[in-house]
């Protein structure tokens, strides 16, 4: 079946380490996005990307980064620049990123920091 | 800058009965509307998006919602609420714009109880 594979589910961390958040989609979808939900906040566009090798500042980028290197990935690095980074993140993806097309998104990955 | 609003972050209905969960935007030019909804920890499932055209849009499970320009509103709605249908709504516009991105609301829990 298509879709969005995120890992891990669940990731703990210590202030002061970096982590990393895999997205991998089998959709052959252009676009990718990374959003943060916070209970009662919605969702907020860290980064996304239209197309490799590209990528750009969403809403709350800062203490974020990504890369895009492959189609089919578009990982997230939580630095320890990040405040506040306990949150749920869902990564999502739409055939482009112009239009009507709708977002497929991801289970999600829930990070806490001890 | 585009907004959306969810003016109520809970709503509970009895099975059987309609359901409405409120949605109002603001965005520059005409807009693309969605719902999505999501499950606890789980990733957002599409549910329906109005483009053009008709101002009642049918989606998914039985739910529908109505474009309505001159209030800039897109309620969601469904003539006979399921139990199952308890989860976390969301509505989301964008601009009809190349590359333009998706304005989240805060989110509607729905409650339906038996």
């Known amino acids: 079946d298509g879709g969005i594979t995120q890992s891990p589910k669940y990731l703990f961390r210590k202030e002061g380490q970096n982590v990393t958040l895999s997205c991998e989609q089998n959709?052959?979808?252009?676009?990718m996005y990374w959003y943060r939900q916070d209970p009662g906040q919605g969702l907020r566009l860290i980064y996304y990307?239209?197309?490799?090798?590209?990528?750009q500042k969403g809403d709350i980028a800062e203490g974020y980064s990504v890369s895009r290197e492959k189609k089919e990935s578009f990982p997230l690095t939580v630095t320890s620049a990040q405040k506040n980074p306990t949150a749920f993140y869902l990564c999502?993806?739409?055939?482009?990123?112009?239009?009507?097309?709708?977002?497929?998104f991801g289970a999600g990955s829930r990070l806490t920091v001890l | 800058a585009q907004s959306v609003a969810q003016p109520e972050d809970q709503v509970n209905v009895a099975e059987g009965n309609p359901l409405t969960v409120k949605c109002t935007y603001s965005?520059?030019?005409?807009?693309?509307l969605f719902w999505y909804v999501q499950y606890p920890n789980r990733g957002l499932q599409f549910l329906l998006k109005?483009?053009?055209?008709?101002?009642l849009v049918k989606g998914s499970y039985g739910f529908e919602a109505e474009f309505n320009k001159s209030q800039t509103s897109f309620h969601l709605k469904k003539p006979s609420a399921l139990v199952s249908d308890s989860a976390l709504y969301f509505c989301?516009?964008?601009?009809?714009?190349?590359?333009?991105?998706?304005?989240f609301g805060d989110g509607t829990t729905l409650t339906v109880k038996p």
């Open positions: 999502a993806s739409s055939v482009s990123a112009s239009g009507a097309n709708v977002l497929t």
């Open positions: 959709l052959n979808h252009d676009a």
């Open positions: 990307s239209q197309i490799v090798n590209d990528f």
């Open positions: 965005v520059s030019g005409n807009p693309y």
């Open positions: 109005y483009i053009t055209g008709d101002n």
């Open positions: 989301a516009v964008r601009p009809n714009t190349n590359a333009g991105k998706s304005t």
